[in-house]
């Protein structure tokens, strides 16, 4: 099984994740910042992972430090897992309807750390989640793994459902590129023989 656990402490964050490639949709996220965790869980059922996300953070400040640091936690999981990246496809991409919103995710898992986030979200807040932070999260994310993502929304008027297009999108672009090319299991998908 393709699985790890990665806990991350500082003076504002006390983060553990676990994380299985090779799951089934399984979560358990408590991020104590109800929005995240229905975020989280939806990239966990739609990529099909199995994740359990535990974070105390300084919340009472604001939510940014625990957002960003989940971030940085998950993607170092995938990190982790992937190792050399031998033998995945390392690309993918998904283009994901919700409702009135349509965002295209495309990951190249090659490590080398660029995002590009064209998304027009078009209040300051859904409930009490300030929705600069969505960007904040895959920045954080992007840079734990390594990879170049690019996220575009082309349409959509509700914020909620437009969030949600980005995490399914992202949930299925990157379980596309982490699994498994039985027909080049033992090979990193570079002419050059390494990524990075």
């Not at 283009?95 to 995002?115: K, Q």
């Amino acid at each position: 099984m393709r699985e790890t656990i990665i806990e991350r402490k500082t003076n504002e964050t006390d983060i553990r994740v676990k994380l299985n490639l090779d799951g089934t949709g399984k979560y358990k996220n408590d991020t104590k910042i109800g929005f995240l965790n229905h975020m989280l869980d939806l990239f966990t059922k739609h990529g099909r992972f199995d994740m359990e996300v535990i974070c105390n953070g300084d919340i009472d400040v604001d939510y940014h430090h625990s957002v960003e640091d989940i971030g940085i936690v998950i993607g170092k999981c995938f990190a982790d897992i992937l190792g050399d990246v031998r033998g995945i496809n390392r690309y993918g991409n998904f283009y994901m309807p919700m409702d009135e919103a349509l965002t295209l995710v495309a990951v190249d898992i090659c490590g080398r750390s660029y995002l590009k986030f064209d998304v027009d979200i078009p209040t300051q807040k859904v409930g009490s989640f300030d929705t600069e932070l969505v960007k904040e999260f895959f920045l954080g994310f992007t840079r734990g793994i390594e990879a170049t993502i690019h996220i575009k929304t082309f349409y959509g008027e509700n914020s909620h459902h437009i969030i949600e297009s980005v995490f399914k999108g992202f949930a299925r672009a990157i379980a596309q590129a982490v699994e498994i090319d039985e027909k080049f299991k033992d090979e990193i998908l570079s002419t050059k023989g390494v990524l990075a």
